[in-house]
Each structure stands twice: as C-alpha cells, then as structure tokens.
C-alpha cells in the first residue's frame, strides 16, 4: 500500500482499477514516401475525421459544461481549417516526401513554438491549442479506428500527467470513475472543467506518482482530501468504501433540501446564491435552487467576442439572465479583464507582473468609452429583474467615488433618452484587495455591498500568484490573515448599513461557513453543484 498526496478538486470517493492516460503525441517518425498525393489523402480523411470528433466533443461538453466552457472546441475546429497550419503541412509532405504524421508534428512544434514567444498572453495560450489539435490529427492518421472502439468494460480511473480541456470533456463520463493528475494548479482548465462536470478528480499529486502506478492497479482517490492510495489493504479499502457510501447518501438527500431556506438552527438566515460565466450557467443555477446569482463574470462576454461586444448585444444577454432568474438578485460584475485574462483586441501591452498590472477597474477608468458602454447595457437591463452591479479590483476612495460618478452620468443620459430603468439597482465593490479591506470603513459608506473575491484576496494577501501551480504547497487558503480582512470588512460593510458576500471559491468551503456566518456575512456565492451541500451545512450549525 503506498499514499500520496495531491489537491482534491471535486470532493467524492472512487475506488477502482487505473487506466493510464496514453497520448500518442511522442512515437511519430519520419518516414519517407513515395505517393505524395496518397499522402494527402490520408490527411485529409484524418482531418475529417478529427473535424467530426472535436463536432461531436462540442456538442458533448455543451451539454455538460455549458457554451462558454465548449467553445473551446468551436476554436479548434477553426484551427484545423487555418490556411497557414495547413499548407505548412502539405509544404513538407510535398518537398520533403515526409509521412504526413511526421509534417503535422513538425508543423505543431513551430507553431506553438511561434504562439509561445508572441508577446500578448493570448496568442501564448494557443500554444498548447496548436498541440491539442496535432495531437488529434496524428492520433486520426495513425489509428483512425481508435476514437471510435467501445470495449464495453468496467469503469476506470483515469491517471495523466496533465489532462487538455479536450481530453477532459473527451472523458466518457460514464465510463470514468475519476481521474487523477500528476501536474495542474487549481485554476487550470482540467480543475474548473471537473468541478462543472462533477467528476471526482484530484490534481497536482506529483511525479513519483505515476512512476508506482500501472494500468489495472487498484487504487483510492478521496477528492475531499486529496488523498490516493495505491493497492489498499482490506481495512483501508473497508474504510474508504465507508466514506463513498457516506457521500452517496448525503448527494440523495440534499436533492430534498430544494425549496429549503438556508437556515440555521437558532434562526440565522444567510442568502446561498451561484457563480456564472455566461447566459449558458442560468440552467444550474435554477437545477440547483439557488436563491440568485451572486457573481456573473462578465468579461466572458468580451472573452467568447471577436471584437467589443455592444452595448445591444451585451443588454440581451445581461436581459436574458435578469428574466430568466424572474425577480431574484442577480449580481453581474463589470470587466475583469487582464490579468490570466487576456483578449487580443484590447491591445493590451505585455507587462511583467500581470497580476499586479492594467486589469478590471483600472482599464475601465482609463478607458471609459469601454465602462459606459457596459454601464448603459447594465442600466438598461435594470428593467427587466433585479440587478446589482458591482466592481472589480478596488483600491481606493477615490476609484470608488470616479466609477459612481460615472454611473450617475449614465442614469441621467438614459434619463434624457427616455429609456427606462431601475432606480434602485444596488451597486457594489469586491473586496479582493489587501488595501480594500483595511480601508473597508471608508469604502461603505459609499456603496450598497462588498462582495469578497477570495481568489483574488488570497493572491495578494499571500503573494501568491494564482496562475502558479508549483506555490500550491505555499497556498494557505485558511490563513488567518485572509480570514481578518474578511472578519474587518464585515464589521465595517454593517456598520455603514452595507450587506457583504462572499464569492470567490472560499465561499463553498464548508470547514468555514460557521466561522463566516459568525462574522456575520451575509451572502455566500458559489459553483452551482455547491449550493445545496452548503445549504445543509447551514441547516445544521447552532450559533448560540
Ligand atoms: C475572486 O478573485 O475571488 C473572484 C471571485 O474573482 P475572479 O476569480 O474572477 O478573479
Ligand atoms: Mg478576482
């Protein structure tokens, strides 16, 4: 029996045989040919048939993960058919009578090579996208039959060095016990994708890791914990079967906890609501009773655009949420863009310390034909729900009294244009920054909420940066000067007649909410599937 220890990022127990992960990315050759136009055959029907594959994983991780999360995949379509890839790839079939596995993986190492030296942060990113697809396209021409088999066997657990979005969402659910990592930060693509698809996973558990393990293994993985252990012995399986049984019970009866107030039992209310990404989140959020949404990223509004969104395009959306939550608060933050969130045609200089950088508030002060915009998307959707509006990355007085001014501009232009709107849209800060929260006294009396971005707060309380995984082990998130900036923002949000949430992941974090409801918070907003097992958290503390 031997443990290891890694990042649990959906918290379940499997117990079952492994499958190693194979990618056939590392056996290409060369090899030289004589039929060139066979050749290009040959890659043509693989490039079919990866086109059909990427079709039918889209249409699977709409279902499953929602728009926003698989147009990921829409891209790589994209990619495939891009004239430059491509005639990369017949050049050197064609002058070099070179297998066509042997052109598409040359062609993938200079193009991702080419993304990854570009200074702007979202080309570097399609780095790994260029490798994603060759991958599929050598995988297509050397075992076009492969993607296809169904063996009909036991579920598995599925261990890798490092999952691609693609891979993740290529995962036959029913077939995948759960999967395991060796490398992967909390932030990465594989984690969030997990947590949306609710497959017991943990991440980041080490090298060494799959050096001891082998395809049939037994193995347990507690994603609550973050533990595997390989070859249990009898009592430790016992142990473990236990705790799977445990969460079996507790997942059918949460789904009775619907309709419930989150309650405690001397009387404590605190509002549950959920985190969104785009329009597409609306349909977990109302499958999981949440009571509204307590952050809508907006910049992925921006993220899935060519260009600017418009403010017509960017009401509709903003619309389609207030009226599909039908009167119930729904928080939507304006941009928070920079950062790890890069979008190409902001122009956004390279900077040293990104995370530290011209991100979210900052960009839309300096630029406020960008903010009003959105600000006037905002307003005007104010007619049709109940709309809080709040703002990322704050700092300082003087941010906050800039960004209300220009929200009082913008009243009083719709105003004069007769459009209608809400008057009493509550308009609120994050409280992500070190500096927010010790000036949180100052910052009340100025809005109508704060809403704390633990994800954010952490990194800068902590100097962490977020992006990083080899800081996991430095990723105190329980810290305690965490826990007081957020204990002092409450004191002073109350004290000035302000209400404060939570949002960030902090807020599903069940070992906390009796310490949060003590502080006297008084909205957690979490990932959908998190809503009910908070619910009964709550339901079951006493604060007297
Ligand atoms: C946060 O920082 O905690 C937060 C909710 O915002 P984001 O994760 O989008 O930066
Ligand atoms: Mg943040």
Same mark, same amino acid.
């Given at each position: 029996?031997?443990?290891?220890?890694?990042k649990?990022?959906?918290?379940?127990?499997?117990?079952?045989?492994?499958?190693?992960?194979?990618?056939?990315?590392?056996?290409?050759?060369?090899?030289?040919?004589?039929?060139?136009?066979?050749?290009?055959?040959?890659?043509? *029907?693989?490039?079919?048939?990866?086109?059909?594959?990427?079709?039918?994983?889209?249409?699977?991780?709409?279902?499953?993960?929602?728009?926003?999360?698989?147009?990921?995949?829409?891209?790589?379509?994209?990619?495939?058919?891009?004239?430059?890839?491509?005639?990369?790839?017949?050049?050197?079939?064609?002058?070099?009578?070179?297998?066509?596995?042997?052109?598409?993986?040359?062609?993938?190492?200079?193009?991702?090579?080419?993304?990854?030296?570009?200074?702007?942060?979202?080309?570097?990113?399609?780095?790994? &996208?260029?490798?994603?697809?060759?991958?599929?396209?050598?995988?297509?021409?050397?075992?076009?039959?492969?993607?296809?088999? &169904?063996?009909?066997?036991?579920?598995?657990?599925?261990?890798?060095?490092?999952?691609?979005?693609?891979?993740?969402?290529?995962?036959?659910?029913?077939?995948?016990? *759960?999967?395991?990592?060796?490398f992967g930060s909390s932030n990465s693509?594989?984690a969030?994708?997990?947590?949306?698809?609710?497959?017991?996973? !943990?991440i980041s558990?080490?090298?060494?890791?799959?050096?001891?393990?082998?395809?049939?293994?037994?193995?347990?993985?507690?994603?609550?914990?973050?533990?595997?252990? !390989?070859?249990?012995?009898?009592?430790?399986?016992?142990?473990?079967?236990?705790?799977?049984?445990?969460?079996?019970?507790?997942?059918?009866?949460?789904?009775?906890?619907?309709?419930?107030?989150?309650?405690?039992?001397?009387?404590?209310? !605190?509002?549950?609501?959920?985190?969104?990404?785009?329009? &597409?989140?609306?349909?977990?959020?109302?499958?999981?009773?949440?009571?509204?949404?307590?952050?809508?990223?907006?910049?992925?509004?921006?993220?899935?655009?060519?260009?600017?969104?418009?403010?017509?395009?960017?009401?509709?959306?903003?619309?389609?949420?207030?009226?599909?939550?039908?009167?119930?608060?729904?928080?939507?933050?304006?941009?928070?863009?920079?950062?790890?969130?890069?979008?190409?045609?902001?122009?956004?200089?390279?900077?040293?310390?990104?995370?530290?950088?011209?991100?979210?508030?900052?960009?839309?002060?300096?630029?406020?034909?960008?903010?009003?915009?959105?600000?006037?998307?905002?307003?005007?959707?104010?007619?049709?729900?109940?709309?809080?509006?709040?703002?990322?990355?704050?700092?300082?007085?003087?941010?906050?009294?800039?960004?209300?001014?220009?929200?009082?501009?913008?009243?009083?232009?719709?105003?004069?244009?007769?459009?209608?709107?809400?008057?009493? !849209?509550?308009?609120?800060?994050?409280?992500?920054?070190?500096?927010?929260?010790?000036?949180?006294?100052?910052?009340?009396?100025?809005?109508?909420?704060?809403?704390?971005?633990?994800?954010?707060?952490?990194?800068?309380?902590?100097?962490?940066?977020r992006q990083n995984a080899?800081l996991e082990?430095?990723?105190?998130?329980?810290?305690?000067?965490?826990?007081?900036?957020?204990?002092?923002? *409450?004191?002073?949000?109350?004290?000035?007649?302000?209400?404060?949430?939570?949002?960030?992941?902090?807020?599903? &974090?069940?070992?906390?909410?009796?310490?949060?409801?003590?502080?006297?918070?008084?909205?957690?907003?979490?990932?959908?599937?998190?809503?009910?097992?908070?619910?009964?958290?709550?339901?079951?503390?006493?604060?007297?």
């Amino acid at each position: 029996m031997e443990k290891f220890k890694g990042k649990g990022v959906y918290g379940a127990v499997a117990i079952g045989s492994v499958s190693v992960f194979k990618r056939g990315d590392t056996q290409v050759r060369r090899e030289h040919i004589d039929d060139i136009q066979a050749e290009f055959a040959r890659l043509e *029907a693989a490039k079919e048939l990866a086109v059909e594959q990427l079709g039918e994983i889209y249409e699977k991780a709409l279902k499953e993960v929602g728009e926003t999360h698989a147009q990921i995949f829409e891209v790589h379509m994209m990619m495939l058919e891009d004239d430059d890839y491509n005639e990369s790839i017949a050049n050197l079939i064609e002058t070099q009578a070179v297998n066509a596995e042997y052109a598409v993986a040359s062609t993938a190492d200079n193009f991702s090579a080419m993304f990854a030296a570009m200074d702007d942060a979202y080309m570097q990113a399609r780095a790994a &996208d260029v490798k994603d697809i060759s991958n599929r396209l050598i995988a297509c021409l050397t075992d076009p039959g492969a993607a296809k088999s &169904d063996d009909g066997g036991e579920k598995m657990i599925v261990c890798a060095d490092d999952l691609a979005p693609s891979e993740t969402v290529s995962l036959d659910k029913d077939r995948v016990l *759960a999967f395991v990592t060796a490398f992967g930060s909390s932030n990465s693509h594989t984690a969030i994708l997990a947590r949306n698809m609710n497959i017991p996973a !943990v991440i980041s558990v080490g090298e060494e890791f799959l050096k001891s393990i082998k395809d049939g293994d037994k193995i347990i993985v507690d994603g609550h914990t973050g533990e595997i252990i !390989v070859s249990p012995d009898a009592e430790t399986e016992k142990k473990y079967a236990e705790k799977r049984a445990e969460d079996e019970r507790k997942k059918a009866l949460l789904q009775e906890l619907k309709g419930k107030d989150n309650v405690t039992l001397d009387g404590t209310r !605190v509002n549950i609501y959920a985190n969104i990404g785009g329009v &597409d989140g609306i349909g977990g959020v109302l499958a999981n009773d949440a009571g509204g949404i307590g952050l809508f990223r907006s910049e992925f509004l921006y993220l899935e655009s060519e260009d600017y969104p418009t403010e017509e395009q960017q009401f509709l959306a903003y619309r389609k949420v207030l009226e599909s939550m039908a009167g119930k608060t729904v928080i939507i933050r304006t941009l928070d863009i920079g950062a790890d969130k890069q979008i190409d045609y902001f122009d956004l200089d390279k900077e040293d310390n990104p995370a530290l950088g011209f991100r979210a508030i900052r960009i839309c002060l300096t630029r406020p034909e960008i903010f009003r915009t959105q600000l006037r998307a905002l307003y005007r959707a104010s007619a049709y729900g109940k709309l809080g509006i709040m703002f990322p990355m704050i700092t300082s007085v003087s941010e906050v009294e800039q960004i209300l001014a220009v929200c009082e501009e913008v009243k009083a232009e719709l105003k004069g244009e007769g459009i209608p709107f809400d008057e009493k !849209v509550e308009t609120g800060i994050m409280i992500e920054t070190p500096a927010a929260a010790v000036i949180s006294d100052m910052l009340a009396p100025l809005v109508d909420f704060f809403s704390v971005g633990t994800n954010d707060l952490t990194q800068y309380t902590l100097a962490i940066d977020r992006q990083n995984a080899k800081l996991e082990p430095f990723c105190d998130t329980h810290h305690e000067a965490i826990l007081r900036l957020i204990e002092m923002s *409450a004191q002073n949000a109350h004290k000035h007649g302000a209400w404060i949430g939570i949002c960030g992941e902090l807020a599903a &974090d069940t070992t906390l909410t009796e310490r949060f409801l003590r502080m006297g918070i008084d909205e957690l907003s979490v990932s959908a599937p998190f809503v009910l097992p908070l619910r009964e958290k709550v339901r079951s503390l006493d604060l007297k």
